[in-house]
């Protein structure tokens, strides 16, 4: 019914910045979303949090990557933005969406993942 599309990710040299995006979309109408976040999962690692951002635009981001990630989003396009600079290979992952508390007109989704993006850091 709801499914969150990503996009931006890519192959990028250490230094270099990319703009990761996450839409929601679907057959049915999506009133609001609550929070929305971004994780990744680094090959052989466990998924972690990158970054956090509710519907009223209060942010939380992890320590590994704070003063170079910025989260962001559009509450009228149902879209999360993840700006992402200085990038370093230790960030190479695959970079996932999710949103909480979907509030559509037949219930409240609890939560939705995106299908991720990769990001590959490498000179």
């Known amino acids: 019914q709801v499914q969150l599309v990503e996009s931006g990710g890519g192959l990028v040299q250490p230094g270099g910045s990319l703009r990761l995006s996450c839409a929601a979309s679907?057959?049915?109408?999506?009133?609001?979303?609550?929070?929305m976040a971004w994780y990744r999962q680094a090959p052989g690692k466990q998924r972690e949090l990158v970054a956090t951002?509710?519907?009223?635009?209060?942010?939380n981001v992890a320590d590994s990557v704070k003063g170079r990630f910025t989260i962001s989003r559009d509450n009228a396009k149902n879209t999360v933005y993840l700006q992402m600079n200085s990038l370093k290979p230790e960030d190479t992952a695959v970079y996932y969406c999710?949103?909480?508390?979907?509030?559509?007109?037949?219930?409240?989704?609890?939560?939705?993942w995106g299908q991720g993006t990769l990001v590959t850091v490498s000179s």
């Open positions: 951002i509710t519907r009223g635009g209060s942010t």
């Open positions: 999710n949103a909480k508390e979907i509030s559509t007109p037949r219930a409240v989704l609890l939560e939705v």
């Open positions: 679907g057959s049915i109408f999506i009133f609001s979303i609550n929070a």
